[in-house]
């Protein structure tokens, strides 16, 4: 499968900065924030195709295997080829440089090689014969062609990456929430999106109660609201296990604080006051939450629809 995104001229610093955006930079933007890079490098042809990666990459991810078997090869991968670079780019290579040098290469090919062993479908994708030669510039301390070679092994890094890490990242890495239940102070489980909907359908009932000077309504809404939430919250160690800090930061005293308020100011018939506060939670719980999963959430639905 091929995954056209869009078609377009564009360089990615142009795009930020400018004012008139295309309709796909915030695709662009996205996946840039999903892979940790831009997804297009400086000599990118004007179009940025995605390809599903070969199915033998799943057993070199958690769940199949104990540990992020690739990722961890791709980060070895990266501080040997700045080890190399940092070596060789000092003049007049001393003695125990030369050896430090040498052992980079080394863990280099092995690690190098390690792609193909893992996914023989991207061997024509990788050269291993450019390792000797590394190491033989190396060996000589012929610096300008240990530069170029590196240079070279680069550029298949990068072909790669361009057209291969997006999806790979949706596919191994990014968070979905169909196994998760929320737990209902009743007993019931419910699933992520019947929650999202209530609590938006709450978030909007205290609002147009408000407007509405309904104050018994608002006042209703807001508990149910701040129930949800409470159920919610119980859902977040299905991901985050032991850690307490998500819940608080999210859930927390802040918020518990922001709707004790809210409700003596909806008692109180304070519309502004309660509706600003409204707003605040908004940020504080609905898009803080939204930023960090909703979003990576929604793309990797987009990226991966056959799911
Ligand atoms: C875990 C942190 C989290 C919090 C807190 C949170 N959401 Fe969500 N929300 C999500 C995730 C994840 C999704 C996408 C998953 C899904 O829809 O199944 C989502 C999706 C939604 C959706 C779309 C549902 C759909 O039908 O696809 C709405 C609407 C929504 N949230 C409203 C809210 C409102 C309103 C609040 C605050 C009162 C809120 N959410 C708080 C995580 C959160
Ligand atoms: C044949 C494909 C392929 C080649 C060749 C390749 N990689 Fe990767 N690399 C990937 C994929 C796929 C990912 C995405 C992994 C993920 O997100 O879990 C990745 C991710 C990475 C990351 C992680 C980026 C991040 O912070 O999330 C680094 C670093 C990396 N590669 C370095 C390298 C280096 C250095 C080379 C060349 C010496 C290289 N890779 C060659 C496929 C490749
Ligand atoms: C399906 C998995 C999943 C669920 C469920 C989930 N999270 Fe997360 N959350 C993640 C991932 C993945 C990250 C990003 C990596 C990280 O920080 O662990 C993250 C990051 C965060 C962060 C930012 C990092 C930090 O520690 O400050 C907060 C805050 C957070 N989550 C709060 C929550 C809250 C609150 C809930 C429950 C209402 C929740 N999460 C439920 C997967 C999940």
Known sequence: MTLVLCEMKFSPRRMFYSNKLHP????????????????????????????KPPASLEQWYKPANKRQVWLHTMFRLRREMQAIDEYAKTNALA?????????????LDKDYNKIADMVP???????????????????????????KTLKMIKRTCDDCHTYYQPLVTATYRSPHYDDIKVKKSDGRLQGY???????????????????????????????DLADQLQDLGGSCNGCHKEDEYPR?????QATQQRFEKLQANIKQGLVED????????????????HNTHRIVYDLRNALLPEE
């Open 121 to 147: 479908e991207w061997e024509k994708d990788i050269k291993p014969r450019l390792l000797p030669e590394l190491e033989m510039f190396a060996e000589k301390g012929d610096a300008y062609r240990v530069a």
């Open 193 to 223: 999106e019947d929650n999202m909907e209530q609590l938006s359908e709450s978030v909007n009932r205290i609002l147009i109660a408000l407007d509405d000077g309904h104050n018994s309504i608002a006042s209703k809404a807001s508990q």
């Open 274 to 289: 309660s509706q600003k506060l409204m707003g605040e939670i908004a940020v504080t719980v609905c898009a803080r939450c």
């Open 24 to 51: 796909c930079r915030d695709v662009i933007l996205l996946l840039s924030f999903l892979a940790g890079v831009w997804t297009a490098p400086a000599h990118a042809e004007p179009m940025v195709s995605l390809k």
């Open 95 to 107: 003695a125990d440089n030369q050896a430090a040098l040498e052992k980079w290469i080394k863990r």
């Open 248 to 252: 608080e930061r999210i859930l927390g």
